[in-house]
């Protein structure tokens, strides 16, 4: 039997990872501020430098990259203000009939897509149907389940017509994935055209797109109708945008120190003490939805057995590995169902799982994995107790991710369990690898949303007749999806939050997911930019209210 190693042996590894991460090359908060006093002067032309951590397959999908591209060309019917209210955007008003089962919304006169079609009522039904259709996957999961048809009533009036109750469905539009494009583009133009330059009514359009370096992003100077949340109105601030993709976390904190670009995303944790006293603005939004988590597999392997799954949890320390690796920028979560920035989260099912190796190694005696190699690894039946955990590095998972998953791989191998980290490329996650039943015992990921409503995307049956590749645990439980399908039809809000938590608890208890750490959007911001904020949807950035000053 292998002698344990000390804890102290893994913090210490833990504190070199987050090194190594650092300095290897591949709810919304302003937390430092570049300077006091009167806002300068606007510059009224200029190009926007911006450096972005990866480069999505479209501009337009139901990826959250493709909904940061997106939202700056797209408008939707409703925005999300920082107090988390719907608020007006192309629909001035919107109401819901007294048996929840029709939406209203009202259009604003005025506003044309870049192609010069009006945005009336029948583009809004076209866009309805092409969500339905599956042109959106993220926006059909989310509406599909619930809307029955659209219908125009006049040039300004829409009726949703509902199967049954969904209090949240406004709320739920201000997702950049319910974007409007232009029904004439959707029908005349070709798939890759509208995934290179959808056609919106935003503020910029897309104008080139050189794959792997940038995306040219210039101002509509007939923009006037921003959501009402904006800080301006009328057309952006700057001429033009340009959104470039660098994945190497170093060069792009790098550019941004040098000058060379702007603003960047994803702020890699040990940099950012240093880039605050430097007097960068930085910004850090904790999204709300499904946090990074750990999902097992169900359906086949160790994590079939329940114990096997709960004494995973237990062997893992998962809040040191955030701390060590995080600086205090990137929060430890506990809760693998949502995320502590979602309403209706449970406490409860966050503290589930305290990290206790002792109670993981009764665990896995009591299962029958109770003969332990000289290697440390755990023997049932001669086969080793293997565990295959792929992850999407620099998509999913960005490099201090990968850090946080190489930490939790020690403490797992502390109790028995053999753990082969399997990272992949982006192009292989575009590509939908390691996403079935045979591909992984465990897995972690995010799914952003502004609710609870996202355990049903997550926790639906994947069934022959209803299919949910989101089912990333491959757990079909009645029970429990008809526990969601009742919060989400909850029109009594308390009702509502307390069926999501029971839901939530029960995912808990039975080891399906578990939280590591919450997802962050991160930005810095140089000198020379000011009104750059965060969307607060999906914490993505706005660029109609920036502008660059001298």
Not at 385 to 390: N, S
Not at 402 to 413: D, K, N, V
Not at 438 to 458: H, M, P, R
Not at 527 to 545: A, K
Request: charged residues 20%; hydrophobic residues 35%.
């Amino acid at each position: 039997m292998r002698t344990p190693r000390p804890s102290a042996r893994i913090g210490a590894g833990l504190a070199m990872m987050a090194v190594l991460a650092g300095c290897s090359a591949p709810g919304t908060e302003l937390v430092a501020s570049s300077g006091a006093g009167p806002d300068p002067a606007p510059v009224a032309e200029g190009t926007l430098v911006y450096g972005h951590q990866q480069e999505p397959p479209c501009v337009y999908g139901g990826w959250i990259e493709q909904g940061y591209l997106s939202h700056q060309v797209l408008d939707g019917l409703v925005s999300l203000d920082e107090d988390g209210h719907v608020v007006p955007w192309l629909a001035t008003d919107w109401h819901e009939s007294a048996d929840h089962l029709t939406w209203t919304f009202t259009l604003q006169e005025g506003p044309t897509f870049s192609d010069g079609t009006p945005v009336d009522a029948q583009a809004i039904v076209d866009n309805i149907d092409y969500w339905l259709a599956g042109g959106n996957g993220t926006a059909q999961v989310w509406i599909g389940p619930y809307v029955d048809s659209a219908r125009a009533l006049d040039a300004t009036t829409v009726e949703v017509a509902l199967s049954q109750p969904y209090p949240r469905f406004a709320e739920n539009l201000t997702q950049p994935y319910f974007g409007l494009q232009s029904p004439a583009a959707l029908a005349e133009r070709t798939a890759e055209e509208n995934c290179r330059q959808p056609i919106g009514s935003g503020p910029f359009t897309v104008t080139e797109w050189n794959r792997g370096q940038n995306i040219v992003l210039d101002r509509r100077d007939d923009y006037d109708w921003a959501p009402a949340n904006a800080a301006v109105q009328g057309p952006a601030r700057v001429a033009r945008v340009d959104w470039r993709f660098i994945t190497d976390p170093t060069a792009r904190t790098a550019a941004l120190r040098s000058g060379e670009v702007h603003a960047i995303y994803d702020i890699q944790a040990f940099e950012w003490s240093a880039l605050e006293s430097e007097g960068y603005e930085l910004h850090r939004y904790i999204t709300p939805g499904r946090p990074q988590q750990l999902s097992f597999n169900t359906g086949r392997g160790p994590f079939a057995d329940e114990r096997v799954r709960q004494a995973f949890a237990y062997s893992l320390d998962r809040e040191s590995v955030v701390e060590a690796v995080g600086r205090g920028v990137i929060p430890y979560e506990g809760n693998g169902p949502v995320s502590r920035s979602t309403p209706a989260y449970s406490e409860e099912a966050a503290a589930r799982y305290s990290y206790d190796p002792e109670r993981a190694r009764e665990l896995l005696d009591a299962a029958g994995w109770s003969e332990v190699g000289e290697d440390g690894v755990r023997v049932k039946d001669g086969e080793r107790l293997h565990i295959d955990f792929p992850y999407a590095i620099n998509s999913t998972i960005n490099q201090d991710g990968a850090a946080i998953i190489q930490g939790l791989q020690q403490y797992a191998e502390e109790v028995g369990f053999e753990v082969e980290l399997i990272p992949y490329p982006p192009s292989a996650a575009a590509a939908g690898a390691y996403s079935g039943p045979e591909d992984y015992d465990v897995s972690i990921g995010y799914w952003t949303s502004v609710n609870a409503g996202i355990l049903l995307v997550n926790w639906r049956q994947n069934l022959p007749e209803s299919p949910n590749p989101s089912n990333a645990a491959f757990y079909n439980d009645p029970a429990l999806e008809a526990t969601i399908r009742e919060a989400n039809s909850a029109v009594d809000p308390d009702e509502q939050d307390a069926l999501y938590r029971q839901a939530q608890e029960h995912i808990a208890d039975h080891a399906l997911s578990i939280g590591v750490y919450d997802r962050l959007s991160t930005l810095a911001v140089g000198p020379h930019v000011d009104g750059l904020r965060q969307e607060n949807s999906q914490g993505g950035p706005v660029f109609h209210d920036a502008h660059l000053v001298d």
